[in-house]
């Protein structure tokens, strides 16, 4: 589990911003799953065994796109919809346009 001290020291590489811990529950293998996402840039960390990967490419595209498909909802509402648009940006840019147009109705729709 990552520990509160060690989040007043790190930042986002991308942007220095803060970071915000999210815990997830994986119903299926009955764990929990952590990650951290800027406060400022909405970029998304993974942590793994218990250590961030703070490494701007690491979930980006198409990788970041199914991490959220697979998490979107158990972000706060607040959250999600702030984060939403910035995936929104980001994606325009990096994904192929076709995959694009599936992605923005399948996965930032609510619906
Ligand atoms: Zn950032």
Redesign the pocket.
């Known amino acids: 589990m990552i520990s509160q001290d060690l989040l007043y020291i790190i930042c ?1 590489p ?2 220095k ?1 803060y970071l915000e811990l999210f815990k997830f529950r994986d119903f299926g293998k009955q764990t929990i799953m952590e990650s951290l996402v ?1 406060k ?2 909405f ?1 998304i960390y993974r942590v793994v065994d218990d250590i961030p990967v703070m490494i701007t490419d690491d979930l980006s595209g198409e990788k970041e796109v199914v991490f959220i498909k697979k998490w979107k909802q158990q972000f706060p509402m607040d959250v999600w919809e702030k984060l939403k648009v910035k995936l929104n940006e980001r994606w325009e840019k990096e994904l192929p346009k076709n995959l694009w147009k599936i992605v923005k109705e399948r996965v930032l729709n609510d619906d």
């Open positions: 986002c991308a942007c911003g800027c400022d840039c970029k």
